[in-house]
T-cell receptor, first 113, second 114 residues
Framework: SQTIHQWPATLVQPVGSPLSLECTVEGTSNPNLYWYRQAAGRGLQLLFYSVGIGQISSEVPQNLSASRPQDRQFILSSKKLLLSDSGFYLC????????????FGAGTRLSVL | GQNIDQPTEMTATEGAIVQINCTYQTSGFNGLFWYQQHAGEAPTFLSYNVLDGLEEKGRFSSFLSRSKGYSYLLLKELQMKDSASYLCAVRDWGQTGGGNKLTFGTGTQLKVEL
């Protein structure tokens, strides 16, 4: 069966520090991969998605970037965090097909102080 | 772009039935999804509709009317553990990369009371 791992679960970082969040998927090949952010009391905002190695689509201009160095690995990064980067970051995967249902990792709660 | 509307909050009694509505606007509808999200946790997939009608899965059912841009999630025999946020999401061929991504509503916070 497929599983998705996302770490760390919680992170507290100072303003201006770098960020690296990692997500890996097991039990499937060539998945679509996604990064979302959920601000407190707000909906899920799609940040990036990827349909293959090295293929990244950015949904909103921001202080973040994403990379997919391996088929089942998706990384969210920032060179210098802003206070507004605080939030709940969720990685998700899907299998391409008629349904293309997205399944989420456990999430990383990031606090930028 | 998409416009997805859901009520912000609902309250219901344990053992009762509750219906959570979702309306949407798309230029190329290609599927509607419902997710459950407990506080502080990740969303979990509940249901998928792409054709008109009712999809039943245990205590949960989801209905879709494409002509009306309308869906609802029906929860029967409510339990305290059903207290959560319920997210409606749509896939839209009409947007760039639309076959691969979802647009989420802001969610309906359901509170189940004794």
């Amino acid at each position: 069966s497929q599983t998705i791992h996302q770490w760390p679960a919680t992170l507290v970082q100072p303003v201006g520090s770098p960020l690296s969040l990692e997500c890996t998927v097991e039990g499937t090949s060539n998945p679509n991969l996604y990064w979302y952010r959920q601000a407190a009391g707000r909906g899920l905002q799609l940040l990036f998605y990827s349909v293959g190695i090295g293929q990244i689509s950015s949904e909103v201009p921001q202080n973040l970037s994403a990379s997919r160095p391996q088929d089942r690995q998706f990384i969210l990064s920032s060179k210098k965090l802003l206070l507004s980067d605080s939030g709940f970051y969720l990685c998700a995967w899907s299998v391409r097909g008629a349904k293309n249902i997205q399944y989420f990792g456990a999430g990383t709660r990031l606090s930028v102080l | 772009g998409q416009n997805i509307d859901q009520p912000t909050e609902m309250t219901a009694t344990e053992g009762a039935i509750v219906q959570i509505n979702c309306t949407y606007q798309t230029s190329g509808f290609n599927g509607l999804f419902w997710y459950q999200q407990h506080a502080g946790e990740a969303p979990t997939f509940l249901s998928y509709n792409v054709l008109d009608g009712l999809e039943e899965k245990g205590r949960f059912s989801s209905f879709l009317s494409r002509s009306k841009g309308y869906s609802y999630l029906l929860l029967k025999e409510l339990q305290m553990k059903d207290s959560a946020s319920y997210l409606c999401a749509v896939r839209d061929w009409g947007q760039t990369g639309g076959g691969n991504k979802l647009t989420f509503g802001t969610g309906t916070q359901l509170k189940v009371e004794l």
